[in-house]
């Protein structure tokens, strides 16, 4: 019993290693103007090589009074 959540699975054709999805959060680790800092590299870094089957990364960040598009570069 829940040996399922770390077998192979896949969405639409890709395999994933395990059942586990992080879903998009915000953890505030963005600069002045929207880009990555170093912490939050090394945030999903972590979540990858901890064995997190897919992560998937937030893009848009909106307020009523502002929108920061973070810049992802490799």
Same mark, same amino acid.
């Given at each position: 019993?829940? +040996? =399922? @959540? !770390? /077998?192979?699975g /896949?969405i639409?054709?890709?395999?994933l ?5 992080? /879903?998009?959060?915000?953890e505030?680790?963005c600069?002045?103007?929207g880009n990555p +800092?170093?912490?939050?590299i090394d945030l999903?870094r972590a @979540?990858?090589?901890?064995g997190?089957? =897919?992560?998937? !990364? *937030?893009s @848009?960040?909106a307020s009523?009074?502002?929108c /920061?598009? *973070?810049?992802? +570069?490799s």
């Open positions: 019993m829940g +040996t =399922h @959540l !770390f /077998s192979e /896949s639409k054709g890709i395999t290693k395990n059942r586990i999805v992080r /879903s998009a959060t915000w505030g680790m600069d002045g103007e +800092t170093e912490r939050l999903y @979540l990858c090589r901890g997190v089957g =897919h992560a998937v !990364f *937030p @848009l960040v009523g009074t502002s /920061s598009v *973070p810049v992802f +570069t």
